[in-house]
């Protein structure tokens, strides 16, 4: 049977014994967990920025000058039977000058001498959600272009791909930073548990000698690394909500652009959970197989 | 109670104990004496499977220690009570500590590991030096905290390495007192010594080894 409250007690002498030690690497560990935090919280902003990509995605599909109103109605009706197409909207070329002129109001001698208007007419595509992506948009675009009537399609390409590589580079550097920094807080707690290990060897010998179990010599070093992974884990929450206290609500009230940014904070109140496991797996693999 | 059967101990080109056959009866109290090296603690080490043994079988307390799985050790150690000859005290615990971690690794409650370590003090005269520590202690004193720690979970069996080894003529008359009166309630109980003072015209049987042999059992 094992006494918890007297492993307890062991635990909490031995951090306080080597309560330097401890507090370094608890600082540590709360470096780590800050970093992955920090790190978790570009990723959720970035996915949930690539996720509203597709409400402001649009194609334009600029048309011949000498379709009529029935050919025109043949080419929406050629691109809404698309799988990838969610709508279409027809822009004439007077509107889309109208529109020209709203956005140069303040550079409108680019439109003086001019007799005809220059603009084609031209549809709006918005895309699925899941049809907006480098690939499908690009084979859309040639489908589109083969539609007799379609002189050019316009839809910002390099941009997409750029954007979307962005996007699944930075989410692996993000997954690689969690994995590294998650393997170095286990290898801190595996050091830290090893040198108090090493330091009561005797005294475990002794344990042994009188009968005790390998729980029983476990249990307090996995209590440590528990411990040590917690209070980290804690540190670094205070960290992360203290820089959203002061950096982010503090900057949104004069730049109501960061109020857009998300701040995950159920996930990060995770964080003293995700300490005190990757402590107690630092703590186990230190302690290893205890042999008698 | 104890059986050792054709028991064989090599250490690298040394051997401990050779083709040693010997069993102890239940509440018996025997001495084992020899020289330096004849393989007294070897023999003490390999009842409490500190020690494994290269040839033979061991029965201790109805276990077999040979093919005795890792695991089960510590439930055979907890039958046995053992005074080491280096003491193995902690120093950074106090000599109440000491001796109620013999219980503690058992589980046993607070209270009553409060209750039997104060008892088991004023059985062995060290009541008043409770909150010292092993240090502040003198070579006597620090015997008895060891032997305390060995009686306090009333083993089944209690072994003794050179109990009485740098003790004056008192202390050790005083450490015997305490194993016999162990002894009285039921405990087997097996004394490794080179002092012949300690067993002579006691009436117990007298073990004797030299390099390893044994070369006679005989009644003192």
Not at chain 1, 50 to 71: A, C, G, N, R, W
Not at chain 2, 213 to 219: A, F, K
Request: charged share 25%; hydrophobic share 45%.
């Amino acid at each position: 049977m094992i006494a918890l409250p007297y492993s307890l007690v062991l635990a909490v002498k031995s951090l306080l014994k080597e309560k330097w030690i401890n507090l370094l690497s608890v600082l540590t560990i709360a470096s780590g967990l800050l970093i992955i935090s920090i790190a978790v919280f570009g990723v959720v902003n970035i996915t949930a920025a690539t996720h509203q990509l597709p409400e402001k995605f649009s194609m334009i599909v600029y048309l011949d000058d000498s379709l009529q109103k029935k050919d025109i109605d043949g080419v929406i009706n050629s691109l809404k039977k698309n799988n990838s197409v969610h709508s279409v909207k027809y822009i004439s070329k007077e509107e889309a000058l109208e529109e020209m002129k709203g956005l140069l109001k303040d550079s409108d001698y680019v439109f003086e001498g001019l007799d005809d208007n220059p603009l084609p007419d031209s549809l709006e595509l918005k895309l699925r959600e899941e049809s907006v992506g480098p690939e499908t948009v690009k084979k859309l675009a040639r489908e589109t272009l083969g539609i007799e009537g379609v002189r050019e399609v316009d839809y910002g390409e390099k941009f997409l791909a750029m954007l979307h590589g962005v996007k699944a580079g930075l989410q692996t550097v993000g997954l690689v930073l969690i994995v590294m920094l998650s393997v170095g807080i286990v290898f801190v707690c595996y050091s830290t548990v090893k040198i108090l290990f090493y330091r009561r060897t005797e005294e475990i010998e002794t344990y042994k000698l009188l009968g005790a179990t390998r729980s029983f010599i476990r249990l307090p070093f996995l209590i440590e690394g528990a411990f040590l992974g917690a209070a980290g884990g804690i540190i670094s929450l205070l960290g992360i909500l203290s820089f959203n206290y002061l950096v982010l609500l503090r900057l949104s009230l004069s730049m109501p652009l960061l109020r857009k940014i998300l701040f995950p904070t159920d996930l990060f109140l995770l964080l003293p959970i995700a300490g005190l496991l990757l402590g107690i797996t630092g703590a186990a693999i230190a302690l290893g197989r205890i042999r008698y | 109670m104890i059986h050792f059967r054709n028991v064989t101990k090599d250490y690298d080109t040394q051997t401990a104990l050779r083709d040693f056959t010997l069993s102890v009866e239940k509440g018996e109290m025997l001495f084992v004496t020899g020289p330096s090296g004849s393989g007294k603690t070897t023999m003490l080490k390999l009842i409490y499977s500190a020690e494994r043994p290269d040839k033979g079988t061991i029965e201790i307390a109805g276990w077999e220690t040979d093919g005795l799985r890792a695991s089960s050790i510590p439930f055979l150690r907890r039958n046995i009570g053992v005074v080491f000859q280096d003491f193995r005290l902690l120093d950074n615990k106090n000599v109440f500590e000491n001796i109620a971690i013999a219980l503690r690794i058992r589980g046993i409650g607070e209270r009553e590991v409060k209750g039997k370590v104060y008892e088991t003090l004023k059985m062995v005269g060290l009541r008043h030096k409770a909150d010292a520590y092993p240090r502040t202690l003198s070579g006597g004193e620090q015997q008895r905290v060891v032997v305390a720690r060995a009686i306090i979970p009333d083993p089944t069996i209690l072994l003794a390495d050179e109990p009485t080894g740098n003790l004056d003529a008192n202390s050790a008359e005083g450490i015997m007192r305490i194993f016999k009166n162990v002894n009285a309630k039921g405990t087997t109980v097996l004394v490794a010594t080179h002092n012949k003072e300690l067993f002579r015209n006691s009436g117990r049987r007298v073990v004797k080894l030299d390099m390893g042999n044994l070369v006679g059992v005989e009644t003192a």
